[in-house]
């Protein structure tokens, strides 16, 4: 299985600057696309920002130019530095990874808990 784990989340003033961190565990074949969502109360959940295996990157229009997403291959980890926060960056932010279990098995949705950035005014 394949065990999904965010931190860094926070509270921050508008314009300031947070580091989300997220982390793929387990055991499993590969790990494929890596990207972080976000859902703001009574709102869907949106793509912010993902990441292939090669490094091919791409954001939200509304995101773009202020956050920068990263990765890691070797620790299977990914990164979201958020810059220049708005009130309405406020979210759960949503870690996913895209997945094989086996060499053979059909790619799987892989989600973590969430973690809370919220942005003051």
């Known amino acids: 299985q394949v065990q999904v784990v965010e931190s860094g989340g926070g509270l921050v003033q508008a314009g300031g600057s947070l580091r989300l961190s997220c982390t793929a565990s387990?055991?499993?074949?590969?790990?494929?696309?890596m990207g972080w969502y976000r859902q703001a109360p009574g709102k869907q959940r949106e793509l912010v920002a993902g990441i292939t295996s090669g490094g091919s990157t791409n954001y939200a229009e509304s995101v773009k130019g202020r956050f920068t997403i990263s990765r890691d291959n070797v620790k299977n980890t990914v990164y979201l530095q958020m810059n220049s926060l708005k009130p309405e960056d406020t979210a759960v932010y949503y870690c996913?990874?895209?997945?094989?279990?086996?060499?053979?098995?059909?790619?799987?949705?892989?989600w973590g808990q969430g973690t809370q950035v919220t942005v003051s005014s």
């Open positions: 387990g055991r499993f074949f590969s790990i494929n696309t």
């Open positions: 996913n990874a895209d997945g094989k279990l086996y060499s053979y098995s059909p790619r799987k949705d892989y």
